[in-house]
């Protein structure tokens, strides 16, 4: 079986909204729905903001990926965070996230990335081992964020 990553653009808005839906457990014609495809759009649209990859697997899609972009003196240039990884439930434990990982740092290396980060919460002890394998270490900093509105 093949698992593969397309990097896509806008061509492929309807399935990454589906996608997203599905990840997030709500419905398409939600508030949050319709917030979240607009900012798809925006970065399918405009990709200096970051990369959207779909994962496919044996020719069916099994989830989707997504890069944003940033600039880290502390790293030395140019980072991604991986904002989104999803992989639906019937193609877990087959080895594509590990494949994905393996992928997305390959990437980053070949187009001049300094670091990836991304968060994971700790009810998912499953996707930390994973991101652990692929050599992501917890800092010793704190991840917080505020929220402009």
Request: hydrophobic content about 35%; glycine content about 8%; some cysteine.
């Amino acid at each position: 079986m093949k698992t593969e990553l397309i990097k896509i653009g806008i061509e492929y808005k309807t399935e990454i909204h589906k996608l997203v839906a599905e990840f997030y457990g709500i419905n398409s014609k939600d508030a949050l729905a319709k917030k979240l495809n607009s900012c798809i759009t925006e970065l399918l649209n405009y990709p200096k903001y970051g990369s959207v990859f779909l994962i496919k697997h044996s020719g069916a899609i099994a989830g989707y990926l997504i890069l944003s972009f940033g600039y880290s003196l502390e790293y030395g240039g140019r980072d991604a965070f991986i904002d989104e990884f999803y992989i639906k439930e019937d193609f877990r434990n087959k080895g594509i996230g590990s494949f994905t990982l393996d992928y997305i740092i390959k990437y980053a290396k070949t187009t001049g990335l300094k670091a990836l980060h991304l968060e994971v919460k700790e009810k998912h002890s499953n996707a930390s081992r994973l991101y652990g394998r692929a050599g992501f270490s917890k800092r010793s900093s704190e991840f917080m964020s505020l929220k402009i509105t």
